[in-house]
């Protein structure tokens, strides 16, 4: 069983539109995130929820919104899509308010944008 | 974003030697730190975690932590081409942020 899933894994699509990704894990982890990993191999937090409510949005354009539905799932909206959103998106999970736990990441989304 | 640093290579070191790699860190409250190695089209998995002063092994890799220099290193011993990946230092404050280094890249040469 896969601890944390992300859908799809390639996604490409054209400037100007509007794209989801998905995301849910399994380890009864209530803390979630999405990062964003440009080319040069940078992963920059976008987004932080601990049992559905955002805890962290870094600096993050607000065409870019977020949404735990409950603490298992946390999908990522982007509208009015760039070039400059053309990355790989990753999303995790932790036991969060603990300080002595570890990241799982998801597969990825790669992100073209044409 | 709170600061972590790395050198971003790219390191190369020959196959058996050790790997050095070194990771600072801007914020003093931060309280876990962690190794995880990327290998190409793949997300990162963790390799190491320390959260004391010191050293701390686990097979061929070790750890080390210098809360008072704001300093974290993974040395890796008898390196193997397999080893070939970008390694990423991240930093834990208060259990719901993780941010990341911008990561060094081994190769490990045959």
């Known amino acids: 069983d896969t601890a944390v899933s992300q859908t799809p894994k390639y996604l490409v699509t054209q400037m100007g539109n509007d794209k989801s990704i998905k995301c849910e894990q399994n380890?009864?982890?209530?803390?979630m995130y999405w990062y964003k990993q440009d080319s040069k191999k940078f992963l920059k937090i976008m987004f932080s929820?601990?049992?559905?409510?955002?805890?962290i949005n870094e600096t993050v354009p607000n065409r870019f919104s977020p949404k735990s539905p409950d603490k298992a799932h946390l999908n990522l909206h982007i509208n009015s899509l760039e070039l400059g959103d053309s990355a790989v998106y990753f999303c995790?999970?932790?036991?969060?308010?603990?300080?002595?736990?570890?990241?799982?990441f998801g597969q990825g989304t790669r992100l073209t944008v044409v | 974003q709170k600061e972590v640093e790395q050198n971003s290579g790219p390191l190369s070191v020959p196959e058996g030697a050790i790997a050095s790699l070194n990771c600072t860190y801007s914020?003093?409250?931060?309280?876990?730190f962690f190794w995880y190695r990327q290998y190409s089209g793949k997300s990162p998995e963790l390799i190491m975690s320390?959260?004391?002063?010191g050293d701390k092994e686990d097979g061929r890799f070790t750890a080390q932590l210098n809360k008072a220099s704001q300093y974290v290193s993974l040395l890796i011993r008898d390196s193997q081409p397999s080893d070939s990946a970008t390694y990423l230092c991240?930093?834990?404050?208060?259990?719901?942020?993780?941010?990341f280094g911008t990561g060094t890249s081994l190769t490990v040469i045959p």
């Open positions: 991240a930093v834990n404050n208060d259990g719901n942020q993780f941010y």
């Open positions: 995790a999970s932790s036991q969060g308010q603990v300080l002595n736990t570890e990241a799982f």
């Open positions: 914020d003093r409250v931060s309280q876990s």
């Open positions: 320390i959260y004391s002063n």
């Open positions: 929820y601990n049992n559905k409510e955002l805890i």
């Open positions: 380890l009864g982890h209530d803390t």
